[in-house]
Antibody, heavy 121, light 108 residues
């Protein structure tokens, strides 16, 4: 059974940093692309970053480019999102999601339950 | 403002059919596949349709997808109260994945 378990969310001050993680199980982690998708309060889904199975290709939404870094440790079956220079508008539930192939960012067939990040003073 | 345009809400009675549209452009839907997701608040989103019209295993055939030009459409037949949720389309937009603004389905 595929499982994705996010962790690391919490309250952080504006300008601060936070790293969220996603522990994967139930599939061969290094053969699938992974993505981070967030949902701000009262808003829709926003895809913010993705990484291929090998980790050699990434993308970022303009809203987080230069501030967030996606990475993965295939030896630990874990996906990460390092978030720096956090702003109030980054407050959201952050979901990790699995692609259907090593290069797929567009067919996300399994999602975690999400972790809440709140940016506030 | 989302790159993909969806109606904010749709509604229909139990047992009826509803369609949800997703309008884009040549830089996204026009040259890429469309996916559809169902999201109930507080839960993990669920993939309903991928590659325009394919259903993952376990998704009933009441859900269907299609694409024409720069628009995609999600169809749901035999509506059930459990279908009340937010629905999102998604596609690649040249350098990033993008979603529509979401459509809230109400089953009256």
């Amino acid at each position: 059974e595929v499982q994705l378990l996010e962790s690391g969310g919490g309250l952080v001050q504006p300008g601060g940093s936070l790293r969220v993680s996603c522990a994967a199980s139930g599939f061969t982690f290094d053969t699938y692309a992974m993505s981070w998708v967030r949902q701000a309060p009262g808003k829709g889904l926003e895809s913010i970053s993705g990484i291929t199975g090998s980790g050699d290709l990434t993308y970022y939404a303009d809203s987080v480019k230069g501030r967030f870094t996606i990475s993965r440790d295939n030896s630990k079956d874990t996906l990460y999102l390092q978030m720096n220079s956090l702003r109030g508008e980054d407050t959201a539930v952050y979901y990790c999601a699995k692609g259907m192939s090593s290069l797929s960012f567009s067919e996300l067939d399994y999602w975690g339950q999400g972790t809440l990040v709140t940016v506030s003073s | 403002q989302s790159v993909l345009t969806q109606p904010p809400s749709v509604s229909a009675a139990p047992g009826q059919k509803v369609t949800i549209s997703c309008s884009g452009s040549s830089s996204n839907i026009g040259n890429n596949y469309v996916s559809w997701y169902q999201h109930l608040p507080g839960t993990a989103p669920k993939l309903l349709i991928y590659l325009n019209d394919k259903r993952p295993s376990g998704i009933p055939d009441r859900f269907s997808g299609s694409k024409s030009g720069t628009s995609g459409t999600l169809g749901i037949t035999g509506l059930q109260t459990g279908d009340e949720a937010d629905y999102y389309c998604g596609t690649w937009d040249g350098s990033a994945e993008v979603f529509g603004g979401g459509t809230k389905l109400t089953v009256l």
